[in-house]
């Protein structure tokens, strides 16, 4: 990497995405190469550049999985609205090296491009306090230790009756992927619906919010 810092940024809204470019080029050190709307563009953007930085919108994950593998040395940084582990989780397994609330200052997205140009990995004030026990595949003191982190995941939302469309929006799934992960669920919980896997959950102290049945 150059003197330079290199950045292309990837937003499904242009407006937000032009606001980015122009608070990182008020920067030392950080120059923005390009922007991008979608994720063809994305994709193509930082296979034509190769840019030290790609900072993407998380609803991009698919751009971020193939970019990860079609060009290894670019950075990513994604951007999300929401707070919770999932998304963090989602946004490092698909291929970032740091994760950021949109609602961040420009200061704070620009120290973190620097800090994921060098290698390191990032997360925002207050994100992540247990996100390297999720990435190992489950906590050790998970009541559910036969699921996978996913299927934990998906358990967590059952739990506070969310359905499938909820949890595919959440998680950033197809809904086939949702229905799949709720039946094996059911199947490794013995439970004969989504209901009893949710009341299960509960039992177990998973769930936040008042119990509704959802249809699946």
């Known amino acids: 990497m150059s003197g330079t810092i ?70 990513v940084l994604a951007l999300g609205q929401s707070d919770n582990d999932a998304d963090l989780v989602a946004a490092l397994r698909a291929g970032a090296q740091g994760y950021l609330l949109k609602g961040a200052s420009p200061g704070e997205i620009a ?20 996100v390297l ?9 998970s009541p559910f230790p036969g699921l996978t982190q996913r299927e934990h995941e998906v358990l967590e939302r059952l739990a506070d009756g969310r359905s499938n469309a909820e949890i595919a929006r959440e998680l950033h799934l197809a809904p086939k992927t949702v229905r799949n992960h709720v039946s094996n669920v059911l199947s490794k919980l013995e439970a004969d619906s989504r209901v009893d896997a ?16 959802a249809a699946v």
Request: charged share 20%; net charge positive; hydrophobic share 45%.
């Open 111 to 130: 120290a973190a491009v620097r800090s994921v140009a060098l290698g390191h990995l990032v997360f925002g004030p207050g994100l992540g306090p247990s």
């Open 6 to 75: 290199t950045a292309v940024v990837a937003d499904r809204h242009p407006l937000y995405a032009e606001g980015i470019r122009f608070a990182l080029e008020r920067e030392s050190g950080i120059t923005v190469i390009g922007t991008a709307a979608d994720s063809l563009d994305a994709l193509r953007l930082s296979v034509r550049l190769h840019p030290d930085v790609v900072l993407i919108d998380l609803g991009m994950l698919d751009a971020l999985e193939y970019l990860s593998r079609r060009c290894p040395g670019v950075r």
């Open 133 to 141: 026990a999720r990435m190992t595949g489950r906590s050790p003191s």
């Open 198 to 213: 949710a009341l299960l959950a509960r039992d177990a102290g998973l769930g936040s919010r008042r119990l509704v049945a």
